[in-house]
Nanobody, 121 residues
Framework: QVQLVESGGGLVHPGGSLRLSCVYSNLNYYTIGWFRQAPGKEREGVSCISGTDGSTDYVDSVKGRFTISRDFAKKTVYLQMNNLKPEDTALYYC????????????????WGQGTQVTVSP
């Protein structure tokens, strides 16, 4: 059974950091992507990481601030988010994706509950 569970969100001040976790099952060779959806906006891709060679991709708005990584033994993909901005406020989701392109990736798996990130003074 394929499953992904997100966690690690919270409330932080601008400039703060959070680390999101995505624990998955039966997806060890798949590219995993992080997406986010802000209130009143479309869901968008944020970052993704390959299930084979560790390659990564990011959308421009998070480059230099977010880092995606993967622990195959723990079947977990992390999203380290530094220097958070109010515009990063959103519900964050992870999913298996077909292509390593954060800007155009689409999910192969169903959406989970997500984890809320709120950046506020």
């Amino acid at each position: 059974q394929v499953q992904l569970v997100e966690s690690g969100g919270g409330l932080v001040h601008p400039g703060g950091s959070l680390r999101l976790s995505c624990v998955y099952s039966n997806l060890n060779y798949y590219t995993i992507g992080w997406f986010r959806q802000a209130p009143g906006k479309e869901r968008e891709g944020v970052s993704c990481i390959s299930g084979t060679d560790g390659s990564t991709d990011y959308v421009d708005s998070v480059k230099g601030r977010f880092t995606i990584s993967r622990d195959f033994a723990k079947k977990t993909v992390y999203l380290q988010m530094n220097n958070l901005k109010p515009e990063d406020t959103a519900l964050y989701y992870c999913a298996a994706v077909a292509r390593l392109d954060a800007g155009t990736m689409t999910p192969l798996t169903s959406w989970g509950q997500g984890t809320q990130v709120t950046v506020s003074p």
